[in-house]
């Protein structure tokens, strides 16, 4: 006999489609609502009002998980989400089928803490800017017109592309001289330090850029290690630091004579616009050009005038001849003229003389006319002869009162035509 061949089991075979609606199910059954902790890192919002980010374990361990946030549950949230802050979330876990990447999808969120790295961060900032690692009157003037800059980053990194795009297009005269270090990871603040202290040391550099790309609180840790700090103080060159974005602040920022908010505005605060300078040369070549021309046609149009002056000598003489024979001719016509006029001034003169004094005398007889009659008036001898007396008390005080008399009293008395010696008998005083 011929043992016949056993069918071979069948397999089931899914789709992906199929496979991934059959997981999202099973996730939706199990983890319908749940609630996680973690540390916030990467968090963004978009346009849309969506919020996407990622959380970490909160322990330290190496796992991270996908979220996001929709814009009708961010608008309830009663705080700003920032990456290292410690959260509490409410939601379901699902699969985010186009890119099959499990995902949570939160439905509220509330502070838990600061996260763990985020307070490293801050206790090290305080502790840093009370050693004043920090003070404005510490920083070094960054050089006007640097010939040559130091870049201190990763040659794998966009940020050097960057930064060598940005000075090639602005300045491109300024030489730029690379000092590679890695900028994330273990090995990354001694790379830092190292490359920071090779610069230093070449002193090749008017100034140095330290910069990096974007990323979350984790990736730019580097940059917080207080021994990149301490050196970037330390610095005998000054510093330009462009860590991340304009968002992401570090403590070497901090550390640094001047931050730029990336690191293509690093490259564009380190060294002025090469068109910028030309254009201002330009301007005060111009000008210099117009000022000088100026000079020139001032001096010329003086030394014109002046060869004008010097040879014609006998026309100038002729000039002035004509001018004092005028001057003469004009003299000669005005004295006879004047001559006549005062003549004749002294004539009206003599004229108005003959007539004023007569009149003047006729008038001054009339004033001493009345003043004589006003005079005669006033004699005391007109108003005794009139039958008045006048009485004295023989001193020649004057008597006007019967309060001056007493019985008996000798009283002279003045008349018209002498004076009589009385004696008081008696006195009626008037009622």
């Known amino acids: 006999m011929i043992d016949r061949p056993q069918a071979a089991p069948q397999r089931m075979v899914w789709g992906v489609a199929a496979l991934l609606a059959a997981v999202t199910e099973s996730l939706n059954t199990r983890f319908a609502v749940c609630v996680v902790a973690g540390e916030l890192s990467g968090f963004t919002r978009a346009s849309s009002g969506h919020c996407y980010f990622s959380l970490k374990d909160a322990n330290g361990q190496t796992a991270m998980l996908r979220c996001a946030m929709f814009r009708r549950a961010a608008s309830l949230l009663d705080f700003a989400p920032a990456d290292g802050a410690l959260v509490e979330m409410r939601g379901r876990l699902t699969l985010y089928e186009p890119r099959g990447e499990l995902q949570f999808v939160v439905e ?202 010097l040879a014609r000598p006998t026309e100038m003489l002729a000039r002035q001849r004509r001018h004092l024979a005028l001057l003469a001719q004009r003299w000669g016509q005005a004295l006879p003229k004047l001559q006549a006029m005062q003549l004749q001034r002294l004539a009206n003169l003599e004229q108005r003389a003959g007539r004023a004094v007569p009149a003047l005398l006729r008038a001054q007889d009339l004033r001493l006319a009345s003043l004589q009659a006003r005079l005669a008036a006033l004699d005391p001898k007109q108003v005794l002869a009139r039958g008045y007396a006048w009485l004295d008390d023989g001193q020649g005080r004057a008597l006007s009162s019967v309060q001056q008399l007493a019985l008996g009293a000798q009283v002279r008395a003045v008349l018209a035509d002498g004076e009589a010696q009385m004696q008081v008998l008696a006195t009626t005083p008037k009622v």
């Open 108 to 309: 509220g969120m509330r502070r838990a803490g600061a996260g763990a790295l985020y307070e490293q961060f801050l206790r090290l900032k305080a502790k840093l800017d009370a050693l004043g690692l920090f003070d404005a009157a510490a920083k070094r003037p960054l050089p006007a017109f640097p010939q040559r800059l130091g870049v201190i980053t990763s040659t794998a990194g966009a940020a050097l592309h960057d930064v060598v795009t940005a000075l090639a297009r602005r300045a491109p005269h300024v030489e730029v001289i690379i000092y590679p270090s890695v900028v994330q990871g273990e090995q990354a603040p001694a790379a830092l330090v190292a490359a920071l202290q090779t610069a230093n040391a070449r002193a090749e550099v008017d100034a140095l850029l330290l910069v990096r790309g974007g990323g979350s609180l984790e990736d730019l840790w580097a940059f917080n290690d207080e021994r990149v700090v301490r050196a970037v103080a330390a610095s005998d060159l000054p510093i330009i630091c462009g860590v991340g974005h304009e968002t992401d602040i570090t403590l070497a920022d901090l550390a640094a004579d001047l931050r730029a908010p990336t690191p293509t505005a690093a490259a564009e605060l380190s060294a002025p616009s090469r068109q910028a300078n030309l254009d201002a040369l330009a301007a005060l070549s111009a000008a210099l050009t117009r000022r000088v021309q100026q000079r020139l046609d001032l001096a010329a149009q003086r030394l014109d005038r002046v060869a004008l002056r």
